[in-house]
């Protein structure tokens, strides 16, 4: 049987909630000591529930919960300190921020780094006038907080600094190798030095780095996911259609 817990005042953020039976939720809760794990709302959904209106999503919370199982129960929740709501394209950054969370993150598996920096990206999104540095920097920290190495500073095969004029095939779970004048990369991602280095340095401002970088994530990220379908994604670029 497992052991059972009670969990109180740990700081977390909502990354999705769904209906269970006629009253309550289930919600994944992101926590900066125990992880990612599903919480039992018992009654959430009635309308003198006093966590109706406290479980959202990007805003930080005080959580306490109990229980032995794969499902915890959810005993209370207040909020933490207001910050302004998401909207319009800060809205679709963490939609989509929060999907690659629950697609990437093992359960109860505890990433307090990674939880200061969704936190500061939250912040900074309802300001951003322009978020794609902010997710770019937020996608390679988590690639690298979950263990999934980005060699960006030194070729994959020499061992030799990273060229800033040279332009690179970065091969996965190996890293940038030099491209040959005439070659073509293939399935992989080509690269310049430069975009390598800025990300290495947290350099997003770029407009060119700010795309390869882009697209390098985006290669990097893909495998991870192993095929899953993110739906962020498509409501991204559903969007840019209308």
């Known amino acids: 049987m497992a052991q059972r817990q009670r969990i109180d005042q740990q700081p977390g953020f909502v990354l999705h909630t769904h209906p269970y039976r006629e009253t309550s939720l ?47 129960t959810l005993v209370r929740a207040e909020w933490s300190g207001g910050q302004p709501l998401l909207s319009g394209r800060g809205l679709l950054c963490g939609y ?20 200061d920096d969704y936190a500061k990206l939250l912040r900074a999104l309802p300001d951003a006038r322009r978020p794609e540095p902010l997710l770019r920097a937020f996608e390679l920290n988590l690639l690298e ?22 332009c690179y095939r970065y091969i996965i779970e190996r890293g940038p190798t030099p491209l040959a004048d005439g070659d073509t990369h293939g399935d992989d991602i080509a690269i310049c030095g430069q975009s390598l280095l800025d990300m290495a340095a947290g350099r997003f401002e770029d407009a060119r780095t700010l795309h390869e970088s ?26 840019q259609t209308l």
């Open 26 to 72: 289930i919600v994944e809760l992101f926590s900066r000591d125990h992880g990612r794990l599903p919480l039992l709302a018992k009654g959430a959904r009635r309308p003198m529930s006093p966590m109706r209106g406290v479980l959202m999503a990007y805003q930080p919370l005080l959580v306490d919960w109990s229980g032995g199982g794969e499902v915890k």
């Open 96 to 115: 989509y921020v929060n999907e690659l969370l629950i697609k990437l993150l093992a359960r109860e598996d505890p990433h307090a780094a990674l939880f």
């Open 145 to 166: 907080q979950l263990g999934y190495g980005v060699p960006l500073t030194h070729e994959a095969d020499s061992g030799d600094p990273v060229r800033a004029a040279v």
């Open 214 to 239: 882009k697209a390098l994530l985006r290669h990097l990220l893909g495998h991870q996911l192993g095929g899953q379908t993110l739906h962020a994604r498509r409501m991204f670029k559903e969007l």
